[in-house]
């Protein structure tokens, strides 16, 4: 297995489908075609077949795509949100805006289920839902955290190995193992809240609206955008609890 140094977070589109521009679409338009999802949600709809059912298709994809941006260490979230030593340092640093504390974790894996979800609308009427399952086991061995303001902000050293598996209305459209060399300092670019009152509101729901009577060669003017929605964080299991703690504080 090829290991890859690590020198910003990769997100689970990455993970799964590489880095080529357009290749996870294609593969979601591709896999939600061969399947009729979008139109077993669009029979009866007048004007939204052919062409413009597979311009639907492709706006469901491209928003499916979107929900994958996350960086994979957000996944590990509630996983490290358990562990009191990280949510001390969390507090401490936080009551202390100028610090910093090292943490050195344990040897550990986390597992997340992630269950985001387009919604299909036509003019204005919802027809249905796609949905999709992301699930991850995320495994690091000597990796060193920093924390400021209540944030994991970098992991130092060690190696994160990570399998992803995607699936579509329950069809595996993708699995992939890979493992990440964490040399140096990989900065987690905004932070990891560690604190539930910290963490951001952000959706993991999509929905894809269009007219019914609109122009098909032009996508029946089909638009992609982003509802509001407080995130539900994945469920996450840790192999262990407590994580040891031989750190310092910076001031």
Known sequence: MTTVTLTDPATARELLFGAEPGSSVDALA????EQGTVGALLHGVPRLTGAAGQAVEHQVAAALNGLLERDLFGYAAAGWSRYNVLTSAARRTRADPGSEEVVVLANHCITSADHPCVDLLVDGTPVGSVRM???LAIELAGVIAVIRRARLVELRTGTCTVTGTLL??????AQRHRAFDLRGA???RHGIPLLPDEAPESGTRAAVVGAADGDADAGTGSAARTEAATEQLPQAEAATERLPWTGHRVA
């Open 30 to 33: 591709e896999s939600l075609h």
């Open 133 to 135: 399952q992301l699930i």
């Open 168 to 173: 579509v209305e329950g069809q595996r459209i």
């Open 186 to 188: 990989v900065h987690l």
